[in-house]
């Protein structure tokens, strides 16, 4: 994973099956015609192994959460219309801004 610091940034942490969909369909379809994207594939195959092999983690999902609500409050913007699905994650799991 190239994601080191902050590591709440980071898509393990939201565990082993929140991403598989996606990453399957990304895999899928990426192409294989030369080493430079069989190399990418492979890049990919392993970002949903490490992935797939993190649990989930409540406190580091939990300071994304902030940190989102305070870089919108600073720069005056709302990351739920770009990630809708994320500010669904945050309602159903109940993850309020502290």
Known sequence: MTIVNPSYLKPDIFGD???SDD?????KMLPE???L???TKNYFIGIKKQIENSPSQSEEIKKLHHFLNSI???R?????TVF???EKYFL????VVS
Request: proline fraction near 3%; hydrophobic fraction near 40%.
């Open 84 to 86: 809708p699905w994320l």
């Open 23 to 27: 990453l399957n369909k990304i895999i």
């Open 92 to 95: 159903d799991n109940h993850i």
């Open 76 to 80: 005056n913007l709302n990351y739920t």
């Open 37 to 39: 994207e069989m190399s």
């Open 72 to 74: 919108d409050k600073r």
């Open 17 to 19: 099956d929140f991403f």
């Open 33 to 35: 015609n030369n080493f």
